[in-house]
Nanobody, 118 residues
Framework: QVQLVESGGGLVQPGGSLRLSCAASGIIFRLYDMGWYRQAPGKQRELVASFTNGGSTNYADSVGGRFTISRDNAKNTVYLQMNSLKPEDTAVYYC????????????WGQGTQVTVSS
């Protein structure tokens, strides 16, 4: 059974910080590319940050310089540190694990709400 369990979401004021965590089980974690996506009301789901199994990271233009993705393969966990949060960061954030070898393996967490509001 594959599970991605997220935590750390909540309500925060503009300029504040949150740290999201996603703990994976049922996969060989180190072999997977990991990513954080978000979906705001009325908008398409977008990639926020990714961290490949080879160690490469990428960020959406909208969050570059404010967010940091990291992973701890020993703990089967990927993190998203979010600083200087803005109201437009409000969304449901999803953890994703992805790997292609012979076929596509693609798994998603349940999503966690992040609300940035004063």
């Amino acid at each position: 059974q594959v599970q991605l369990v997220e935590s750390g979401g909540g309500l925060v004021q503009p300029g504040g910080s949150l740290r999201l965590s996603c703990a994976a089980s049922g996969i060989i974690f180190r072999l997977y590319d990991m990513g954080w996506y978000r979906q705001a009301p009325g908008k398409q789901r977008e990639l926020v940050a990714s961290f490949t199994n080879g160690g490469s990271t990428n960020y959406a233009d909208s969050v570059g310089g404010r967010f940091t993705i990291s992973r701890d393969n020993a703990k089967n966990t990927v993190y998203l540190q979010m600083n200087s949060l803005k109201p437009e960061d409000t969304a449901v954030y999803y953890c994703n694990a992805h790997r292609i070898i012979f076929r596509v393996y693609d798994y998603w967490g349940q999503g966690t709400q992040v609300t940035v509001s004063s």
